[in-house]
């Protein structure tokens, strides 16, 4: 019988992946890693990005599909909404910052927004 990771369809990894994923990233990676990315700055420590939509149901629907991304990952953005803005603040508080993971959630997000 399959592990219940394998049969949600959830990619399995390797011990040394999720600690390098949880792992605090250096300046130069955090820069590094921010130049991948379109319209996200680091505020406070925090990887942050506010998005525009045209209404607040396509805001609230953006962050139904970014929740369920972020539930898949195990890994959850700070966020608000206030109309048709959502404020999204990402850092990895166990790890004291920046790690990885943000960065993978912030390209998710991204790809959910669609720029």
């Known amino acids: 019988m399959a592990a219940a990771s394998e049969r949600k369809g959830i990619a399995r990894q390797t011990i040394a992946e999720v600690f390098m994923a949880a792992t605090k990233l250096s300046k130069h990676e955090v820069a590094a890693e ?5 319209g996200w700055t680091v505020v406070n420590g925090n990887l942050h990005r506010v998005f525009e939509f045209k209404d607040f149901s396509a805001a609230f629907g953006f962050m139904t599909r970014v929740a369920i991304a972020a539930e898949k990952m195990d ?3 700070g966020w608000s ?15 004291g910052g920046l790690t990885q993971n943000d960065f993978d959630l912030a390209r998710k997000i991204q790809q959910i927004h669609g720029r």
């Open 34 to 38: 921010l130049r991948k990315l379109s």
């Open 75 to 77: 890994h959850h953005p």
């Open 81 to 95: 909404n206030s109309y048709n803005k959502v404020t999204v603040d990402l850092c990895t508080h166990s790890a």
